[in-house]
């Protein structure tokens, strides 16, 4: 009897223990269920953004200074004295108009010396001529390579060129014979006079600085992530500094090919359309380049996050939950509050408008 009481006893005991153990199991899932169930983001209906496309217009903007790309820095020819100025900076000047004349002994000496300059290059071309005619002959004689008559050529055009460059030397020493008479050579204005009347002047010492302010340029430093956006011809607008009211045109006339030295910036040309009297070399000025205008996407700066600085945004799906969307941004944005996407979104996509910090993909949402 003793023995059947305690198997029943066991029996409670071990049935008791089962059911504790299947209670605390239950309650863990119960827990866990719990635990890893989402909760629901509530948003208001203007935290909604709806994507559309819509034109854009993004122009690129750029400070510079105005400059002349015809600038002559004049130099003393011979060694002298001063013995006539007449013109002032800011003198309007014409071509072959007589600007200074310098008085000096060696002026004799100089035309020597570039008329016997000419008599070498003369001398030295003939004799290239003749070993031209002899090579030639010798080529078509297959005693000389093609390689070899090309070198031979070469060194004939090279003689040539300083031939002419000797005679343009010698006619210049000969205009400065006698009276050393300084002239402009183009139409401009003098914007600076490194001289005076009766000083005495060395070989190749300033004189003038003269521009010609009927064709001007503007220099302006670009941020090479910009400048794929930029072609030769496109139009551009600029406002001299401290003038805020007048409005200039302008078009790119040349890019360079490489960034400027310590810097990411490329340096860009523009051609000044019809130049004003007002405008100075050395003026600063601000503008921008007027790009076509493009359809695309414009989001709200702030529905844009990033993780691992690549950037996205919470697409609100159709069921009303969370999925993060990876998206690309362009470099150019509309303003400070907008943001310009070229791929990752289309027309008709709902997305958060303002940025959440804690959510999570898949995250239900609630939209009052």
Same mark, same amino acid.
């Given at each position: 009897?003793? +023995?059947?009481?305690? $198997? /029943?006893?066991?029996?409670?005991?071990?049935?008791?223990?089962?059911?504790?153990?299947?209670?605390q199991?239950?309650?863990?899932?119960?827990?866990?269920?719990?635990?890893?169930?989402?909760?629901?983001?509530?948003?208001?209906?203007?935290?909604?953004? =709806?994507?559309?496309s819509?034109?854009?217009?993004?122009?690129?903007?750029?400070?510079?200074?105005?400059?002349?790309?015809?600038?002559?820095?004049m130099?003393?020819?011979?060694?002298?004295?001063?013995?006539?100025?007449?013109?002032?900076?800011?003198?309007? #000047?014409?071509?072959g108009?007589?600007?200074?004349?310098?008085?000096?002994p060696?002026?004799?000496?100089?035309?020597?010396?570039?008329?016997?300059?000419?008599?070498?290059?003369?001398? !030295?071309?003939?004799? *290239?001529?003749?070993?031209?005619?002899?090579?030639? *002959?010798?080529?078509?004689?297959?005693?000389?390579?093609? &390689? *070899?008559?090309?070198? #031979?050529?070469?060194?004939?055009?090279?003689?040539?060129?300083?031939?002419?460059?000797?005679?343009?030397?010698?006619?210049? @020493?000969?205009?400065?014979?006698?009276?050393?008479?300084?002239? $402009?050579?183009? &139409?401009? /204005?003098?914007?600076?006079?490194?001289?005076?009347?009766?000083? !005495?002047?060395?070989?190749? @010492?300033?004189?003038?600085?003269?521009?010609?302010?009927?064709?001007?340029?503007?220099?302006?430093?670009?941020?090479?992530?910009?400048i794929?956006?930029?072609?030769?011809?496109?139009?551009?607008?600029?406002?001299?500094?401290?003038?805020?009211?007048?409005?200039?045109?302008?078009?790119?006339?040349?890019?360079?090919?490489?960034?400027?030295?310590g810097?990411?910036? /490329?340096?860009?040309?523009f051609?000044?359309?019809?130049?004003?009297?007002?405008?100075?070399?050395?003026?600063?000025?601000?503008?921008?380049?007027?790009?076509?205008?493009?359809?695309?996407?414009?989001?709200? +700066?702030?529905? #844009?996050?990033?993780?691992?600085?690549?950037?996205?945004?919470?697409?609100?799906?159709?069921?009303?939950?969370?999925?993060?969307?990876?998206?690309?941004t362009?470099?150019?944005?509309?303003?400070?509050?907008?943001?310009?996407?070229?791929?990752? =979104?289309? &027309?008709?996509?709902?997305?958060?408008?303002?940025?959440?910090?804690?959510?999570?993909?898949? #995250?239900?949402?609630?939209?009052?």
């Amino acid at each position: 009897m003793k +023995k059947v009481v305690i $198997s /029943v006893l066991f029996v409670a005991v071990g049935l008791g223990v089962w059911q504790w153990q299947k209670y605390q199991s239950n309650r863990h899932a119960s827990t866990v269920s719990m635990a890893s169930k989402p909760n629901t983001i509530v948003l208001l209906a203007q935290d909604v953004f =709806l994507v559309q496309s819509k034109a854009l217009q993004s122009n690129v903007a750029f400070n510079g200074e105005i400059v002349s790309p015809m600038a002559v820095q004049m130099t003393a020819p011979v060694s002298g004295k001063v013995t006539r100025l007449t013109v002032q900076e800011g003198d309007a #000047v014409a071509k072959g108009q007589l600007l200074a004349k310098l008085s000096s002994p060696d002026l004799d000496s100089t035309v020597a010396v570039k008329q016997a300059a000419l008599n070498a290059a003369s001398s !030295e071309l003939a004799i *290239a001529e003749r070993n031209l005619s002899r090579q030639q *002959a010798l080529f078509q004689q297959n005693f000389i390579s093609k &390689n *070899a008559l090309d070198e #031979v050529v070469n060194q004939v055009q090279l003689k040539r060129s300083a031939l002419v460059s000797s005679q343009s030397e010698l006619k210049q @020493a000969m205009s400065n014979l006698g009276s050393g008479q300084i002239l $402009s050579p183009i &139409n401009g /204005v003098i914007a600076q006079r490194s001289i005076t009347l009766g000083q !005495e002047v060395g070989l190749h @010492a300033a004189l003038f600085n003269i521009v010609d302010l009927s064709t001007l340029e503007l220099e302006a430093d670009i941020p090479s992530a910009a400048i794929s956006q930029l072609n030769v011809g496109q139009k551009a607008q600029f406002k001299i500094e401290g003038d805020a009211q007048s409005v200039y045109q302008a078009e790119i006339a040349r890019i360079n090919p490489s960034t400027s030295s310590g810097t990411r910036s /490329v340096k860009v040309h523009f051609q000044v359309t019809m130049p004003k009297t007002e405008m100075k070399v050395g003026m600063f000025v601000n503008g921008e380049v007027k790009m076509d205008a493009k359809s695309g996407i414009m989001l709200p +700066k702030a529905s #844009v996050q990033t993780d691992k600085a690549k950037p996205f945004v919470w697409l609100v799906t159709t069921d009303q939950h969370l999925q993060k969307k990876w998206i690309t941004t362009t470099d150019v944005a509309s303003g400070n509050n907008e943001v310009i996407v070229s791929s990752g =979104l289309q &027309n008709g996509d709902r997305i958060v408008a303002i940025p959440l910090e804690h959510a999570v993909d898949g #995250v239900a949402i609630q939209i009052k």
